[in-house]
């Protein structure tokens, strides 16, 4: 299996930017389809963004598009979320997830690995 650890979390103001890895370890990299979902307070986890095991195809939620990008690199072992124009609403606890296999999922059931999780906070 698959070992996900996600970094870059923090403080910002709205309209300022992060950049949220997830480094996986354990198994190769490159056959799994990758995601980001996140759960603000109060509300159930939802789709952000999700990657196929090439890096080339990708979809976003209609919330973050044209704000945020998905990019993975296979050397590196590590998938990337460019968080841009910040909002308050983005306020969440942020987690990458792996579903082995080509195809990518928007459902979060379909991946199997989970990261911890790295809170991002937007302040107005």
């Known amino acids: 299996q698959v070992q996900l650890v996600e970094s870059g979390g923090g403080l910002v103001q709205a309209g300022g930017s992060l950049r949220l890895s997830c480094a996986a370890s354990g198994r190769t990299f490159s056959r799994y389809a990758m995601g980001w979902f996140r759960q603000a307070p109060g509300k159930e986890r939802e789709f952000v963004a999700a990657?196929?095991?090439?890096?080339?195809?990708?979809s976003y939620a209609d919330s973050v598009k044209g704000r945020f990008t998905i990019s993975r690199d296979s050397a590196k072992n590590t998938m990337y979320l460019q968080m841009n124009s910040l909002r308050p609403e983005d306020t969440a606890v942020y987690y990458c997830?792996?579903?082995?296999?080509?195809?990518?999922?928007?459902?979060?059931?379909?991946?199997?690995?989970w990261g911890q999780g790295t809170q991002v906070t937007v302040s107005s």
């Open positions: 990657i196929n095991w090439s890096g080339g195809s990708t």
């Open positions: 997830a792996g579903s082995e296999g080509s195809n990518y999922y928007y459902t979060q059931t379909r991946y199997p690995y």
